[in-house]
Nanobody
Framework: QVQVVESGGGLVQAGGSLRLSCTATARTASSFAMGWFRQPPGKEREFVAAISWVGGASYSADSVRGRFIISRVNARNTIYLQMNSLKPEDTAVYYC???????????????????WGQGTQVTVSS
């Protein structure tokens, strides 16, 4: 069984920064490709950023590229999302996702992921 737990959400003013963290834990030693998604109020869940297990290959959505940075610490199966220059339209519940993969691929589609966190609220005030 795999558990995915996010933390770090909160309320911030426009232009501010937040850092989200996410850790995937399993009963046996496991390697995960991981990613971040978000669901704004009244909208569908959307891709934000993803990162591979090997090599740290990553990809970000156009809407956040240059403002958000995804990174990871493999020894802890933990990823981070550093969010800078936040805008009110970044307000959403942010979800972390993981899929067993020990290679150099990242995944951008919801259906690629098998394990999801409970979500953490990020609210950006104008």
């Amino acid at each position: 069984q795999v558990q995915v737990v996010e933390s770090g959400g909160g309320l911030v003013q426009a232009g501010g920064s937040l850092r989200l963290s996410c850790t995937a834990t399993a009963r046996t030693a496991s390697s995960f490709a991981m990613g971040w998604f978000r669901q704004p109020p009244g909208k569908e869940r959307e891709f934000v950023a993803a990162i591979s297990w090997v090599g740290g290959a990553s990809y970000s959505a156009d809407s956040v590229r240059g403002r958000f940075i995804i990174s990871r610490v493999n020894a802890r199966n933990t990823i981070y999302l550093q969010m800078n220059s936040l805008k009110p339209e970044d307000t959403a519940v942010y979800y972390c996702a993981a899929v067993l993969d020990s290679g150099s691929y990242y995944y951008t589609a919801i259906h690629d992921y098998d394990y999801w966190g409970q979500g953490t609220q990020v609210t950006v005030s104008s």
